[in-house]
């Protein structure tokens, strides 16, 4: 997969170097360019924002340099899907995050100040792009850069060969169950005079797997009572109904 983040903090990104996203983009399993949203100025001064059409404060970004950065890295590509980070945007989730992974190229324009004019994101729709408008949470951000960086990273570890054993993807937070993911533990067995459950050293797999069950449904139930609501009852075993 071919991922170009476009910013105007360019070092922002440099964290995608380290790591599993790090070691994917070494193994040429990502193509991940970051870009300078200045390089496409015209101006002695590089300006990339100007003042609102219709007054209030802040500044917002010039939709001909997006314009010009955005044809420029999407590279006459049609498969190229647009992705807009902002406060504003679809709750970005791991749904999304399947979904992106399985495109072939990925523009992530990323904004400061008080956001990219609102005709990039038509302009493109318009040619009949995909263009996803992405909110990392209901929280507000100075740019789209760290958005860019959840975005990579979770797109990133979703690919094939990235993440060493793919059954790691398979049990966690926000998979198919639907659950968050139950509690884990390791050596040493007692710590701070805290011992371990004693289940888990039982070597009783069916007992093991109705423990993690029953600790991931109470642990839903506790901090995500959302997801709870939004579980298929048909889904659930007499002992989950019974929780
Ligand atoms: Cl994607 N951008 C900004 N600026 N703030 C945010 C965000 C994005 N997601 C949550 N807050």
Not at 48 to 67: E, L, S
Not at 73 to 84: E, N, Y
């Amino acid at each position: 997969m071919r991922i170009d983040v476009v910013t105007v903090f360019p070092d922002y990104l440099a964290a995608l170097d380290l790591s599993l996203i790090g070691k994917a983009r070494q193994a040429g399993l990502l193509d991940l360019r970051v870009h300078d949203l200045r390089e496409w100025t015209t101006d002695r001064h590089r300006t990339v924002d100007d003042t609102p059409f219709g007054g209030g404060a802040g500044m917002v970004m010039r939709p001909d340099v997006w314009g010009c950065a955005i044809d420029a890295v999407l590279d006459g590509d049609p498969a190229g899907h647009l992705v807009i980070p902002t406060p504003s945007g679809e709750v970005f989730t791991q749904r999304h995050a399947e979904a992106l992974a399985a495109e072939q190229h990925l523009v992530v324009a990323c904004g400061r100040y008080e956001g990219i004019d609102a005709r990039v994101a038509e302009h493109y729709r318009a040619a009949g792009r995909r263009v996803s408008e992405v909110s990392i949470g209901d929280y507000v951000l100075n740019g789209g850069e760290v958005a860019a960086l959840v975005l990579v990273e979770a797109v990133g570890r979703l690919l094939p060969g990235v993440v060493g054993n793919p059954e790691s993807l398979v049990e966690e937070s926000h998979g198919a169950a639907g659950l968050l993911e139950y509690p884990v533990y390791t050596k040493p067995p007692v710590w701070d005079g805290l011992e371990i459950p004693e289940v888990l050293l039982s070597g009783h797999h069916a007992r093991i797997d109705r423990w993690r069950r029953d600790r991931a449904l109470e642990r839903t139930a506790q901090r995500r009572p959302d997801m709870v609501a939004a579980l298929d009852v048909a889904r659930l075993d007499k002992h989950d109904r019974a929780l």
